[in-house]
């Protein structure tokens, strides 16, 4: 998807692509420039490509949230994405990465046999909760 910017601030799509994947670009295209009229009903993967264009923008994420229609918890999340540099989180039902402790529940909830990776990733979470009070590691500085 092309997208621009006006000299008067609006955003604009390139209408020869108005969807990426199920994502309605002229839906968005409509909540970004705050258009009047009523607020399209956005999915969730819309109203996180458009509070992710609006944050890069610079739009505060209480405007972005109202905006979105989402909690701005939500928004502050996908905020401190975009600072961070990261891909996106996983989204619920995809698998876990082989390696994790998420990996090695999802092993047991399915009833295989974990592999070393997740066995040794379990363990390692273990010991930080145990000797920390968290499972989570130390991000580095």
């Known amino acids: ?51 992710r264009h609006m944050l890069a923008r610079g739009i505060g994420a209480v405007v972005v949230a109202a905006a979105v229609g989402v909690p701005e918890r939500t928004v502050a999340g996908w905020r401190d994405e975009l600072d961070a540099g990261s891909q996106p989180r996983r989204r619920r039902g995809e698998p876990a990465p082989c390696g994790t402790q998420a990996a090695y529940r999802q092993h047991l909830r399915r009833g295989e046999t974990p592999d070393d990776a997740c066995r040794g990733a379990n363990a390692a979470a273990d010991r930080r909760l145990r000797t920390t009070g968290t499972s989570r590691a130390k991000e580095p500085a």
């Open 1 to 51: 998807m092309t997208a621009a910017t006006s000299p008067t601030g609006r955003y604009y799509v390139d209408t020869t692509d108005t969807t990426i994947g199920d994502i309605d670009c002229i839906a968005v295209e409509r909540v970004i420039n705050g258009d009047r009229g009523p607020r399209p009903e956005l999915t969730a993967e819309e109203a996180e490509f458009a509070a």
